[in-house]
């Protein structure tokens, strides 16, 4: 699972293409969203399947087009770019979408947009250089988020019990996605320092 910080991949002629198997299935990704944000927000999502079916489709294919590009060799820069795009707005599109409901507290997405607007200030230079990578918190962090969302959707629609291990998990996600946004600043700062 990429992130929006992974080093971006060595120069080649075919990093440049744009309609590839991978990027195909990031744009379907995008398209997921407003669906199931609309679902959520708008009570339809109350006593169906629809929306789980939708979001488990989103996260899972988050993990299919990485997969693709790696055996296809179909890696490509607007895949870099997008797919750790599609990450973050379905993740804070969802969750202001279960904000609205009450299913989640405002104050948990303040700190993730907070916490990726410093990642973008403080370390999209060397995201863009490629002199980051993804740390194993950036990818506990996204996992955990992923899997919260997931149960959240399955709370506020088939089971309310799902609820409370979800909003567990978020507490755990958003302090990860703290330590992982910390990581990146200090690790972009500390490779631009001068070496000796």
């Known amino acids: 699972m990429r992130d929006p910080v992974a080093a ?25 969203i407003a669906p199931i944000c609309w679902l959520i927000v ?13 979001l488990a489709v989103w996260a899972s294919t988050d993990w299919v087009d990485g997969l693709l590009a790696r055996i296809l060799n179909q890696r490509t820069r607007f895949g870099e ?10 993740i804070t599109a969802i969750l202001v979408s279960l904000a609205v409901t009450g299913a989640v507290e405002w104050w948990w997405l303040a700190v993730i947009v907070m916490m990726d607007a410093l990642v973008i200030v403080f370390a999209h230079r060397a995201a863009r250089d490629g002199s980051l990578h993804v740390s194993w918190a950036g990818k506990a962090r996204t996992a955990i988020l992923m899997t919260a969302i997931v149960l959240l959707v399955l709370g506020v629609s088939v089971w309310e019990g799902a609820l409370g ?12 996605h703290v330590v992982a946004g ?4 200090v690790s972009a700062r500390r490779n631009r320092s001068p070496r000796i």
């Open 8 to 32: 971006a991949p060595v120069h080649d002629p075919a990093f440049a293409r744009v309609w590839t198997v991978p990027n195909v299935i990031t744009v379907v990704r995008f398209l997921l």
């Open 42 to 54: 708008t009570g339809a999502a109350r006593g169906t399947w629809t929306p789980v079916v939708l």
């Open 81 to 90: 770019i997008m797919d750790p795009l599609a990450d973050r707005l379905g």
């Open 165 to 176: 291990w979800a909003r567990a998990l978020m507490v755990a996600g958003v302090a990860l």
């Open 182 to 185: 910390i990581g990146y600043i």
